[in-house]
């Protein structure tokens, strides 16, 4: 078999001298060699970024765009952030990796302390993993094993407690345990066969409840119609998943407020354990630190991911109790461990990345900065509502969106979303493209002054797109 190895050295990465002939090289080797995950390649338009500064990021070819999606929902502080960058150096002098299979690092240790000091009420224990999904693979697995091997209050283990309770066009990541408790069937439906079953409960949607029912009471409209699924299913119920607040890649969905507090307490009279997926929602993107804090919630599994190192490097954490961690202690003979781990689990570069970016929050106070920014987004969204092509907006803190009407779609055409997302790449914001709808969720460190920016751009392109002005 021929390798770049077998090539005269001449012949391996000809570095062409001109910017426009170096992208063009880097596109065509990108089209050729690079599967890009969630992507239609044979549709791929090639997007090269070089380097990146704040909210913004830089194309091979010289264009600026502002990075509205913060880099699939995990850049916080800005991209090349000095603090950040100076922290993983520092750590790179010292250690990059060492395991955390039987040893520890002290970067990624002092990250337990300040975790389990931040997180909500009784969680302190915290298991590191790589991405979101493991976060959750490793929160369903533990969350399967309490219940093999829990004390019960002295009621010993409960082993017909397997399933697992999840909601409608949920998204927990890809890896096989985290698809089998997603909902969205365009992901998933196909690898039916090899996901497991799940007692799924409807999309507690907060801007879909019918007509006769007051908004006001629309949690308790949703929390009615999981009572009879808890009843009938509580007894073989391992726990129950939920991404508080916002299911973002079911299209930015928000849940009506106090939903999220009925859930804890139909689980805990249930005696079913709660996972809260915070790997989209956490680390101030509602507004506090972690979205269960805005209704009180303590979960069982607090799992994060994404904006965890600032959203530079991989790393994801389970955080639970001590009641959960000590049904797992036991002789080295018992078999009471939890088998699950990964090789770059506890990072000590993404243990630096994050204590670096907690720092961050510390440092500028940004918790406090973030109802302004809020305020000034919203602002931007309730002008977008009035736009003849958008049907209704929708916003919790720095996560907005607006659906578009589909009425006006003509066949042929792209869906509005993409045209709208295309219009914008050109004018100099990146928006993930969605079919009927858009979203934003930029960096936290953007400035009032960037939103409008963004915002201007945005408005723009659903005016060019769709032929219409507000
Ligand atoms: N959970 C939620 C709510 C997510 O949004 C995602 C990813 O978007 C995941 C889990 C999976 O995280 P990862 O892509 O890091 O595996």
């Given at each position: 078999?021929?390798?770049g190895?077998?090539?005269?050295v001449?012949?391996v990465?000809p570095q062409p001298a001109d910017t426009h002939a ?5 596109t065509?080797w990108?089209?050729e060699h ?5 992507t ?6 090639p997007?090269?970024i ?7 990021l830089?194309?091979?070819d010289g264009?600026?765009?502002i990075?509205?999606a913060s ?5 916080v502080?800005?991209?090349?952030h ?7 150096r ?7 990796h060492c ?5 520890g690092n002290?970067t990624t240790?002092?990250?337990?302390k300040?975790?389990a000091?931040?997180?909500?009420g009784n969680?302190?224990?915290?298991l590191f993993?790589s991405d979101?999904s ?5 929160a369903?697995?533990?969350a399967f094993q309490y219940?093999?091997?829990c004390d019960?209050h002295?009621?010993?283990?409960r082993?017909e ?26 992901f ?8 497991f079953d ?6 507690p949607?907060?801007?879909a409840?019918?007509?006769e ?6 949690a308790a409209?949703?929390l009615?119609?999981?009572e009879p699924?808890f009843?009938e299913h509580?007894?073989?119920l391992?726990?129950?998943v ?6 973002c ?6 849940h009506?407020p106090?939903?999220?507090a009925?859930l804890?307490?139909?689980a ?7 996972i809260a997926d915070?790997?989209?929602v956490?680390?101030?993107?509602t507004g506090?630190?972690?979205a269960?804090?805005q209704?009180?919630?303590?979960p069982d599994f607090?799992?994060?991911g994404?904006g965890?190192?600032?959203?530079y490097l ?6 639970t109790?001590d ?11 018992s078999g009471r461990q939890?088998?699950?781990?990964h090789?770059f689990?506890?990072?000590?570069l993404?243990a630096a ?16 900065a973030?109802p ?5 987004l919203?602002?931007w ?8 092509a958008v049907?209704s907006?929708?916003?919790t803190?720095?996560i907005?969106?607006a659906?578009?009407d589909t009425?006006r ?8 979303g993409?045209?709208v997302?295309?219009?914008a790449l050109?004018?100099g914001v990146?928006l993930?493209?969605?079919p ?5 969720m ?7 002054e960037e939103?409008d ?9 659903i ?7 507000r």
């Amino acid at each position: 078999m021929a390798t770049g190895m077998d090539k005269p050295v001449d012949e391996v990465d000809p570095q062409p001298a001109d910017t426009h002939a170096l992208n063009d090289q880097l596109t065509d080797w990108d089209r050729e060699h690079f599967w890009h995950s969630f992507t239609q390649m044979q549709d791929y338009q090639p997007l090269v970024i070089e380097r990146a500064d704040g909210i913004w990021l830089e194309t091979t070819d010289g264009q600026r765009l502002i990075d509205a999606a913060s880099s699939m929902w995990c850049n916080v502080h800005g991209h090349n952030h000095p603090v950040i960058n100076a922290a993983i150096r520092d750590q790179l002098g010292r250690v990059a990796h060492c395991t955390s299979l039987g040893m520890g690092n002290d970067t990624t240790i002092r990250l337990a302390k300040r975790l389990a000091d931040m997180a909500p009420g009784n969680l302190r224990r915290v298991l590191f993993s790589s991405d979101g999904s493991s976060a959750i693979e490793v929160a369903l697995k533990a969350a399967f094993q309490y219940w093999q091997q829990c004390d019960n209050h002295g009621g010993g283990p409960r082993p017909e407690k397997t399933k697992f309770l999840a909601f409608g066009d949920a998204y927990h990541g890809d890896t096989v345990g985290a698809a089998s408790v997603g909902g969205i069937g365009r992901f998933h439906s196909l690898f039916q066969p090899l996901l497991f079953d799940v007692v799924r409960a409807p999309l507690p949607n907060r801007d879909a409840v019918p007509l006769e029912v007051n908004p006001a009471d629309a949690a308790a409209y949703y929390l009615e119609q999981l009572e009879p699924l808890f009843a009938e299913h509580a007894h073989e119920l391992a726990a129950v998943v939920i991404e508080p607040l916002v299911q973002c890649a079911a299209g930015m969905v928000m849940h009506p407020p106090g939903f999220l507090a009925g859930l804890r307490e139909l689980a805990t009279r249930h005696d079913v354990l709660l996972i809260a997926d915070e790997v989209a929602v956490g680390f101030g993107k509602t507004g506090t630190m972690f979205a269960c804090e805005q209704e009180g919630v303590v979960p069982d599994f607090l799992c994060l991911g994404k904006g965890l190192t600032g959203g530079y490097l991989p790393m994801a954490v389970t955080i639970t109790n001590d009641a959960i961690y000590e049904a797992f202690l036991g002789d080295a003979a018992s078999g009471r461990q939890l088998y699950h781990g990964h090789t770059f689990c506890g990072n000590p570069l993404a243990a630096a990345a994050a204590m670096a970016c907690l720092d961050v929050f510390e440092q500028q106070q940004l918790l406090d900065a973030l109802p302004a920014k809020f305020q000034r987004l919203s602002g931007w969204f309730d002008r977008l509502a009035q736009h003849p092509a958008v049907t209704s907006t929708r916003q919790t803190g720095i996560i907005a969106a607006a659906n578009f009407d589909t009425a006006r779609e003509l066949s042929g055409d792209q869906p509005i979303g993409r045209q709208v997302a295309a219009e914008a790449l050109r004018r100099g914001v990146w928006l993930r493209p969605q079919p009927h709808m858009l979203y934003v969720m930029p960096p936290l460190a953007i400035s009032l002054e960037e939103i409008d920016q963004m915002m201007t751009i945005v408005e723009q392109s659903i005016e060019v797109a769709t032929g219409t002005h507000r």
